[in-house]
């Protein structure tokens, strides 16, 4: 036989054949659409650092819920966005049945059942003054054993709203324990937890806090993880599984692959990771420009967390995404 002997390209050479052999592939059904519903919103309002996402009003909520699953997306992770005046220094818009987060997950449950997994977001900080994702010590440091009294209570508020899943997300030590035990005690046991367990303190949040209207006073350095350490990253990940998560993520996604390969070979639960604010909005930046191609880059950053080890992602182009992906497939 004529050299070369051994041709890889036979496996390239159609569309077809392209399809047939790829060894990654990221499925609708894996993706989570995170949206946002502001308090007193008649019209959705746009985020201006993150092109083509907005702040919803309850109506474009529920909208925007049953396009996601029309669109075949596997989940949708409901943040609350509170007027000022409904702030406090303790958070109590996250407990409180009426606050928009429960009432949010209230109409969005009305609009998909149970079609999609709707989740919502376990954290306080969207609705404390002071934007830190726990109650203040009378030193300004954040309290971990007080806010796990308060994450409690609105994971089971949460609960009685109609979610499938509730996130604690503010890296508290103990905070799924608590949770899980909560939702028991509450008769709550079918509702599973999505642990933040890997979640770094990470400067790919920015358009985030925009989309929050983020109180932040200070940072979070000394609840969220350093981004050099990895091993650190897999010790709360074992403890999250060790308190009951369900299922564990990692956040952000692309600058740290690297960790979301190492939870995967070490855990036996879902491992999720989450396309933050900053990675979505560099592309959207990028191709705004002409520097890259959208859709390309969109549908590479998705298959790179997928070929990392994470069966579930969260990313702000789920629905899009879906959309090309089926047409794809």
């Known amino acids: 036989m004529a ?5 890889p390209r036979r496996l390239r050479r159609s569309a077809a054949m392209r399809r047939l052999a790829e060894e990654t592939r990221v499925s609708p059904a894996e993706l989570v659409l995170p949206l946002f519903v502001k308090e007193g919103l008649t019209d959705p309002r746009p985020i201006s650092s993150l092109p083509g996402i907005v702040q919803h009003s309850r109506e474009s909520l529920r909208k925007a819920a049953s396009e996601a699953v029309g669109a075949g997306v596997g989940g949708l992770m409901i943040f609350g966005v509170p007027t ?7 958070g109590s818009g996250g407990i ?34 002071h934007g830190h994702c726990g109650v203040l010590a ?5 309290d971990n054993d007080a806010t796990l009294a308060l994450y409690a209570r609105m994971g089971v508020a949460q609960a009685e709203a109609g979610a499938h899943v509730v996130g604690p997300s503010g890296m508290m030590d ?23 367990a890997v979640k770094y303190a990470s400067a790919f949040f920015g358009p985030f806090r925009e989309a929050v209207e983020s109180s932040l006073q200070g940072d979070r350095r000394t609840y969220q ?3 050099g350490n990895i091993h650190e990253a897999l010790r709360e990940v074992d403890l999250d599984v060790a308190e009951g998560a369900d299922m564990v993520m990692v956040k952000p996604a692309l600058p740290y ?7 995967r070979e070490r855990v036996d639960v879902p491992v999720a990771a989450y396309q933050v604010s900053g990675e979505y909005a560099m592309v959207e930046a990028a191709a705004a420009n002409g520097w890259v191609d959208r859709e390309g880059v969109m549908l590479e950053t998705l298959t790179s967390i997928k070929r990392a080890g994470a069966q579930i992602i969260l990313t702000y182009w789920a629905t899009e995404a879906a959309r ?3 047409a794809r497939y």
């Open 3 to 7: 050299y070369p002997d051994i041709r």
């Open 84 to 90: 000022n005046e409904h702030k406090d220094e303790t």
């Open 96 to 129: 409180d049945p009426g606050g928009i987060l429960n009432v949010a997950l209230r109409d969005v449950i009305a609009e998909v059942g149970d079609s999609t997994v709707v989740m919502g977001d376990l954290c306080l900080d969207e609705f404390t003054s």
């Open 138 to 142: 009378p030193d300004g440091t954040v």
């Open 174 to 196: 103990g905070q799924v324990g608590v949770v899980r035990r909560a939702l028991d005690q509450a008769g709550h046991q079918d509702v599973a937890v999505l642990a933040y």
């Open 225 to 227: 993880q350093s981004p």
């Open 257 to 263: 692959l690297d960790v979301v390969a190492a939870v």
């Open 324 to 326: 090309l992906l089926r």
